[in-house]
């Protein structure tokens, strides 16, 4: 059965129109759109330690773990958003195909009184929306410059390359990254649910409601699936307890 990590991005395919006409370079308009999505979200911007651990315990942040296909450098906060999570194991898993190596991830949630001395005000960082990803060396650099900015076309996301230290930040947006991921799923996965006792994930469903809607728990549902925790993701396909 295929899940969404071994799914294709689909790039050429899902996202239209020619990227050579845009930039690295960030912008106000950049930083305009990305306070903007985080309002739209109703984000909260995390301003301690301690309501980092807070959003973590009720589930609005998640841990990120280090794979064979990604590494997390010096990181104070292994948190995000389960989007950002989501993104992350894509991107790796087809940056460590192509390029032989894995992707390096040096920042995600930030909170406000952690922010380094240079970072913007504006920062989404604390909102666990963001992440920042390390410059690879020449022969990988092409491939997830043009990954990110194809990404950037879609409306998923903006990106923009920093120089002090250099690194790629990239502001994910949430909502609009789910139905993308569902988008070029839908098609790839029909062909393995088989019917009944099987469900496939949507953008915006959550354990529980997927467990009331089919008469059932959501410790069986995690037991009949060996989830450990509460993530699930669109196009994730979930057996149903009988």
């Not at 920042?107 to 960082?125: C, E, G, K, W």
Request: net charge positive.
């Amino acid at each position: 059965m295929k899940t969404w990590a071994t799914l294709p991005f689909l790039l050429a395919a899902a996202v239209p129109g020619d990227i050579s006409g845009q930039s690295l370079r960030g912008s106000t308009s950049s930083l305009d759109r990305q306070n903007r999505v985080a309002r739209q979200h109703d984000f909260t911007y995390i301003a301690t330690p301690e309501q980092v651990q807070r959003f973590v315990d009720a589930g609005y942040l998640v841990p990120v773990t280090a794979t064979a296909d990604f590494e997390l450098h010096e990181i104070s906060f292994p948190y995000a958003r389960p989007e950002v999570d989501l993104f992350i194991s894509r991107l790796a898993s087809q940056y460590r195909r192509a390029c032989g190596e894995r992707l390096v991830v040096t920042s995600l949630t930030r909170p406000m009184n952690r922010q380094p001395r240079n970072a913007s005000p504006r920062s989404v960082h604390p909102t666990g929306m963001a992440l920042d990803l390390r410059v690879p060396g020449p022969k990988c650099r092409g491939w997830l410059e043009r990954v990110l900015l194809q990404l950037e076309g879609s409306g998923v996301l903006e990106v923009s390359l920093e120089r002090r230290p250099p690194h790629y930040h990239v502001a994910l947006f949430p909502q609009q990254y789910a139905a993308y991921v569902e988008r070029i799923t839908r098609a790839s996965t029909q062909q393995y649910v088989a019917g009944g006792g099987r469900y496939r994930v949507r953008a915006g469903d959550s354990l529980w409601e997927i467990a009331r809607r089919h008469e059932t728990t959501v410790t069986r549902l995690r037991s009949a699936n060996n989830l450990n925790g509460s993530r699930i993701y669109p196009g994730q396909v979930l057996t149903l307890p009988d």
